[in-house]
Each structure stands twice: as structure tokens, then as C-alpha cells.
């Protein structure tokens, strides 16, 4: 009798915990898997240890080297992997089995899962073609495209499959035990500047702000539920009131950062300052984790650059990472981060070796 009040006991807790459960899920927008839940909640806590390094295409290919298993420019300078590891997913929606700069999906799926594997950080971003002219993502010829995408828009219903190709391949992304990788959704960036046909002087506010609503809820309807989604503008604002002009909203947006890269050393430093100035007190009033989404300095010519420059300026503000851009080895001269023998490698390790750099190996606890 005792063992029968006991199991029925269990069922009524197990029951009410399990609704309990999908109303917290009802409540929020996107119903985020615990190991998303837990990233988001790491990254905002990330800052009282310090920030994690990040280098996109980290481990398909660098100088010299493209497709081999277990390789990493960073690695092979420093002995880490990146704590963060990002990809791009530009072609994907055409259908295509390689991306814009002809790495497979499924190796991005592959080494996503990997860099989960190892404690590491995933993120996507989506240099997408034109959809209305067919050209690449920096065709900025038409100002309609955005128009023409959204709700009532000439090819609305059509692009909605495009948003279902990333929904896909992001819920496709899970480990052999079929847990789903959380990832961090990176779309539409850049967007203050007009080099992409989603860029400011290719669509209105509402129009941007649409584009984002149209893309949360299509992920969310396609029962996407390993997103997180990351807001970077490319230019520099002024105030925070000018960072906030396109931001999507509380709602659907986790972490905030900005791109911006060096070709002027002391311009850099003081549009760094800005930026992170900005974004820390826009993070703090929105309780978003903040990042440098995308930075560096081609071919790193400064032998101290890490040190010097970089570390300086992050280490004053809260960030949950910094990243910096791919070791192309189809473009020359087109590298961010350092290589064996590069000139600022030594460097490099120094950088790792400061105890506010976070790698794979130093206890990340993201999920
Ligand atoms: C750009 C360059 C391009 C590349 C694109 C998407 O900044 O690196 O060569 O195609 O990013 O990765």
C-alpha cells in the first residue's frame, strides 16, 4: 500500500513540475532548450571571469592549410582552441552544400558540434545573396529587397522557405546523443552601415525592426529552440540613443555588441572606447550580455597588437567575448588572427596567458 501512495506520489509531482514547465515555455517567446538557457545565462555572468577569445572558420582552414581534421591557426600558436568559434551560413538558403567561402555545412555542423563538445561557443552568422537581384549580399543596387521580403511583400512566401533552410539547419546541429548545440544567431549585422541590402539606406526603421520580428518567429514557429540571437550594428553611434535607433527589442534579442576593425591605430582605440561605452550602458539597462561581435587588424602587422592594443581597451568593460575574423586562405593578405611564425604569435601567447582570456581549457562552464 505504502509503495502504491509512493508511485502515485511521483506521478502527481512529475505531472505538475512538467506543467509548470510549459507554461514558463508558453510565456517566453522562443521556449530555449536548458543548455541554451544555461549559455545565456553564462555569458552574462561571463564578465567576473573575463571574456573568451573567438575566431570565425577557426578550424576549417588558415594559412597554408584547409580541411584538415583537428587543425587551428590559434591552436597551433597558443595550444587552445577558441572559446568562441564562429560560421557562416551565406548560401545555405540557396540550397548550396558549400557557403559563400566554400566550406561545407556539413563540416560547420561537424565542427559545431566539436567546439560544443569541447566546452566551446558556437556562433552563425548569414552573409545571404540579394534575394530579389540574385547578386551577393553586398549588392546594394535595389533598395525594395527588404520590402519585397516582408509580409505582403512580392516574395514574402518565398523567402519564408529561405528562413525554414536555417531553422532546419540549426535544430540539425546535436551531438551523437541528440542533444540540440546551443547556437548564437548572428543575422542581419552590420545593418548601421549600407554595404549590405539589409544596411541603413536599404530599408526604414520599421521596415529592419520587421525583418528581425519576421526571422524570431519563423525560427520559433519551426520549433527552433537551440537560438540565441546576437544584435551587431556595424557603425559607430554616438549615444546610446543612436545605438538603440534599429535595435529589434527586448524581446528578441540576448546580446549586443558591434563590429569594427582597425586601419587607424588611434581611431581605433577611441571608436573601441565609444562603442564599449555605449554598449555597456545599454547592456546594463537592458540586461543584455554585450560583445565585440567581429574585430581585428589584417595580416596583424603590429608585433604587440594583443597586448598593447586589444587587451587594454577590453579589459575595461564587461564583455562576454571579443572575435576576430577568418584566416581566409582563399583571399591573400586577408588574416586576423596569428599563425605559427606570424609576426605578433609571441604576442599572441601573452595574450592567451592573461588571466582575463578565456579559451577552450579554462573552464568556460557554458552549458
Ligand atoms: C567578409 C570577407 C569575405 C567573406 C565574408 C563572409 O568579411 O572575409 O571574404 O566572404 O566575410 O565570410
Not at 502504491?4 to 502527481?12: A, D, L
Not at 582552441?81 to 545555405?92: C, K, M, N, Q, R
Not at 586577408?334 to 592573461?354: C, T, W
Amino acid at each position: 500500500m505504502k509503495r502504491q501512495i509512493f508511485i502515485i506520489y511521483i506521478i502527481i509531482l512529475s505531472f505538475l513540475s512538467m506543467s509548470a514547465y510549459s507554461q514558463q515555455c508558453e510565456n517566453k517567446k522562443i521556449c530555449r532548450t536548458p543548455e541554451t538557457e544555461h549559455l545565456l545565462e553564462a555569458l552574462i555572468d561571463m564578465p567576473q571571469r573575463g571574456f573568451m577569445f573567438g575566431h570565425h572558420d577557426d578550424p576549417m582552414y588558415g594559412i597554408g592549410w584547409r580541411g584538415v581534421i583537428g587543425r587551428s591557426d590559434v591552436k597551433s600558436v597558443c595550444g587552445a582552441y577558441p572559446g568562441v568559434i564562429s560560421f557562416d551560413l551565406g548560401h545555405i538558403e540557396l540550397g548550396q552544400v558549400k557557403n559563400l567561402d566554400g566550406v561545407l555545412f556539413d563540416s560547420i555542423r561537424i565542427e559545431a558540434v566539436a567546439q560544443y563538445l569541447r566546452g566551446g561557443m558556437v556562433s552563425l552568422s548569414w552573409h545571404l545573396n540579394n534575394p530579389l537581384t540574385g547578386k551577393d549580399a553586398w549588392d546594394v543596387s535595389d533598395t525594395t529587397v527588404v520590402a519585397s521580403i516582408l509580409p505582403g511583400g512580392k516574395i514574402h512566401e518565398d523567402f519564408l522557405k529561405r528562413l525554414d533552410i536555417i531553422a532546419g539547419f540549426i535544430k540539425s546541429i546535436r551531438t551523437p546523443d541528440g542533444t540540440a548545440v546551443p547556437i548564437l544567431f548572428r543575422p542581419w549585422h552590420e545593418n548601421t552601415g549600407s554595404w549590405f541590402w539589409w544596411g541603413e539606406k536599404c530599408c526604414t526603421v520599421q521596415q529592419y525592426k520587421n525583418l528581425w520580428k519576421m526571422t524570431y518567429n519563423r525560427l520559433k514557429k519551426n520549433n527552433v529552440r537551440n537560438v540565441l540571437f546576437a544584435y551587431s550594428p556595424g557603425s559607430e553611434p554616438n549615444d546610446s540613443t543612436e545605438y538603440l535607433v534599429r535595435y529589434p527589442g527586448d524581446d528578441i534579442v540576448d546580446l549586443i555588441g558591434f563590429d569594427t576593425y582597425q586601419f587607424d591605430h588611434q581611431k581605433y582605440v577611441d571608436v573601441m572606447n565609444k562603442c564599449l561605452g555605449i554598449l555597456t550602458e545599454v547592456g546594463k539597462a537592458h540586461h543584455k550580455a554585450i560583445a565585440v561581435t567581429e574585430t581585428g587588424y589584417v595580416t596583424i602587422p603590429d608585433s604587440t597588437w594583443w597586448t598593447k592594443t586589444l587587451l587594454p581597451i577590453l579589459i575595461k568593460y564587461p564583455i562576454c567575448y571579443v572575435l576576430v575574423w577568418r584566416n581566409a586562405n582563399d583571399r591573400k593578405d586577408h588574416f586576423y588572427a596569428p599563425y605559427l611564425g606570424q609576426v605578433s604569435a609571441n604576442d599572441f601567447v601573452k595574450f592567451y596567458e592573461d588571466p582575463h582570456t578565456l579559451f577552450v581549457g579554462d573552464a568556460l562552464n557554458l552549458y
